[in-house]
């Protein structure tokens, strides 16, 4: 007691001498296609359409009554965070397009500027003297940057089964199950019902897929596979395996992919292609991938045999039964998925309709500008959803989501579907802590904690400085130059690692994974602050992703000193580390140094003449006012620096800026945008956005405005299809119904209940959402009206809980959920 007294009596008088740096803001009280050929289409759609439309959740399944024609547009992905494939379900000729995530041409970059090392010196001093031509001007003198086999991410294969039963279907109907994680494709032939089921298995590690019909022996397929890589061989063997293996000649990758066949009855045979199989009853099937990738730079090659690995997964997997297989999968699934539900419940005659046709709809309606444009049972779905591809792509042990999560199928993606690190990759992992995923969070920070090798090289190449520097992409070979941009992310990078302790609380992997990363990205930053004019530190270089201001001389520039979002970054992050410090009991001088860097750091939010958030150190106009990237709102979200009630000047800067910088976006631009207007309380203005993300999208061409939308299969597009949008989405979706970024980890955070509940959702339920402080919040609400919320701990915590306007103080015991209603009244004790 005696020893917790002291300790707080110390960080009262800490947040006394550096209060002036921490008043202004709300987290320092923290001291806190390749087109596929058209399938015929199924000629009737009758029977098991309707009868599956009624009984089955349609805000939790994706349904259709044709097969895919493209990829992009209608394919469904499955995924265990190592394999991800695309269900087509034609009729004919299934098609399973198949993804491991680390397959990858490229290599590890050897190469780097050294002219830029000598002049950085001097160029920090004129950009901090204001003498941004001549900066430009040196910077330009050392030439360009480096980008030797970057690479891109690669498809594997494509898995083919051609069924002898015709082509003429009727009943169609093709499905998605979010709650089991479970594809499905179910149509009749000649009096013959047939269906197929699939999913991706994390405990086994292979992709499972059963084909079934109502009648015995009438299972007729050839299955055959093949790989797009120009060195991958295809083994047909008699023991009903095929297998594609190869190496990739520029980086020594080696990649395998095994497939069984178990056919229940019937007779089989080998062909040149593949294997036939004969009057069977059933036929389940087992797929594989792996490749020798590691994680450890700069090799980035594992001493394992991939192909060893693959055909073990198999010979396991093929000695348990379909049915366990489909348990053990629903099991690990289950407890992932199921902990949290959204059901926003309304009337609506469109719960009846396939997804395609819903999408549509709601597209038209708002396009018209319908005054029921809404559909929350879509919405409700598109939120679900997110979750189920953060499961499918992100599981422990492999690579993060990458810009299209783990589903590929060009030689040559958009943007490599790399990870771009300027939003992309953060907005990827927003979802996680208040939509209770941490378990597929540690990609991340196996990845993050990877870049510090090859991030330490350019931080010393670069800028002779100490700590870590990450780019602006990056790649699985670990891709750390400046290249186009001084952009840095190592503190963006470690505002997703200690949002990921707040909500999940976990001590051991602050001290042991998060802290060691923050405080080699603060070595960085420390080395990179120096004075500006008025003797205030800025950051130098420093840039505004990807957006150019116009300077004195009339021209325009880039690169900088203190552009807004690296001095929130930084502040941010030192605010972050002073608090990890304190909570570990760790490194008072590092404490001390930088306590006194953001005494004296430039701030971080200022407001200009117009009334807006300035972007850059200066208040210089943006070369392109309404951008995608709103860079300068970092400190709105997902930063925790400004909020309506502590901050209203912010606010209202915050506000000016949002609108001026428009709403017509891509993917990510939308969902970042409503999650800034959900901070901002602003609900029916979030909700707007709405229309841009739920919108038919059937664009596959790069677009940079008047972008986003959803295809038929809601992967969200930029275009094309970015994973970013549909993970961008449901953390938004969270923000409108639940807030915790107020406050800090010693006197908990402010829990603030529907702060932007919009008039289209007038009654719902939402349940497992997290919010910073381990806390795991409850909420129903019936005509707008908060009916009941009931928030639970793990372990015992005070905290704050605000609803319309009025905060109470509640003690939460472990184990001991707590109810409260409308007027914030304990419904137990
Ligand atoms: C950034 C964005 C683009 C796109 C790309 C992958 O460069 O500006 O819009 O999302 O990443």
Known sequence: MKKIFSLFL??????????????????????????????????????????????????????YTQPARQWMLQALPIGNGNVGAMVFGTVKKEHLQFNEKSLWSGRPQAVTNPLYQPRMDKVKKLLASGSIPEADSLLKEAGGFPREHFGAFQPFGDLYMEFDHGDEATDYRRDLNLSKALASVNYRINGVSYRREYFASFPDQVVVMRITADQPGKINMHVTMTTRQAQGKLIVSNGLKLIV??????????????????????????????????????????????????????????????????????????????????????????????????????????????????????????????QD???????????????????????????????????????????????????????????????????CFSPFTDYVDFLRGPGRKTAKDYFNANGFFVNIYTNPWGYAEPRWSWTGASGWLCQNLYDHFLFSGDQDYLRNKAYPIMK???????????????????????????????????????TSAGAAIDQQIVYDLFVNTIEAARILKTDPSLINTLTDRLKRLSAPVKIGNNGMLQEWVEDWQAEDLQHRHISHLY????????????????????????????????????????????????????????????????????????????????????????????FGYSAAVAEMLLQSHVGNWQQGYEIHLLPALPKAWPNGMVKGLMARGGLTVDVEWKAGKLVKAMISSELEKTTKVTYKGKTIEIKISKGKPLSLDAELKKLNS
């Open 245 to 370: 293996k190869g190496t990739m000649t520029e980086n020594k990758l080696q990649y395998s992919s095994h497939v069984k066949i178990n056919p229940d009855g019937g007779t089989t045979s080998t062909t040149a292609t593949g294997i036939e199989i004969k009057k069977a009853n059933s036929v389940v099937l087992l797929l594989t991938a792996k490749t020798n990738y590691a994680m450890n730079w700069p090799g980035c090659l594992g001493d394992f045999d991939p192909d060893q690995v693959a055909s073990n997964y198999i010979e396991k997997a093929s000695k348990k039964t379909y049915e366990q297989l489909l348990n053990a999968h629903l099991k690990d699934y289950d407890n992932l998925f199921n902990r949290v539900q959204l059901k926003l419940d309304r009337h609506d005659d469109r719960r009846s309709l396939p997804t395609d046709q819903a999408l549509i709809a709601y597209t038209k309606s708002n396009e018209q500008k319908m």
């Open 635 to 726: 400190a709105l979200y997902p930063g925790r620096m400004i909020d309506p009630i502590k901050t209203p000047e912010w606010t209202k800067a915050a506000m000016n800026s949002l609108t001026l910088r428009g709403d017509n976006q891509t993917g990510w631009g939308t969902t970042w945008r409503i999650a800034c207007y959900a901070r901002l309380g602003e609900a029916e203005k979030a909700h707007t956005f709405f229309k841009s993300i739920i919108r038919h999208c059937i664009d596959t061409s790069i677009v940079y405005r008047n972008g986003g939308g959803a295809y038929d299969n809601l992967l969200t597009c930029h275009s094309p299809f970015q994973i970013d949008g549909n």
């Open 373 to 439: 444009g809404g559909d929350p049972t879509l919405e409700a779905l598109l939120f679900n959803y997110g979750r189920y591809l953060m499961i499918a792509s992100s599981r422990k042990g492999s690579l993060p989501a990458n810009l299209q999560g783990i589903w590929n199928n060009s030689k040559t993606p958009a943007w490599d579907s790399d990870y771009h690190t300027d939003i992309n990759l953060e907005m990827n992992y927003w979802i996680n802590g208040p939509t209770n995923l941490p378990e």
């Open 10 to 63: 110390a960080i009262c008088l800490i947040i006394l001498q550096t209060g002036f740096i921490y008043d202004n803001y709300v987290s320092a009280e923290n001291v806190q296609l390749r087109n596929e050929p058209d399938h015929k289409e199924p000629k009737k759609e009758i029977g098991l359409q309707k009868l599956f439309s009624n009984n089955t959740d349609s805000s939790l399944t994706l349904w």
């Open 520 to 558: 080699e990205a603060c070595s960085l930053y420390l080395d990179l602050l120096v004075p500006y004019k008025d003797k205030s530190l800025v950051i130098a270089p420093s840039v505004s992703p990807e957006i150019n201001f116009r300077f004195s001389d009339n021209k325009t520039y880039r």
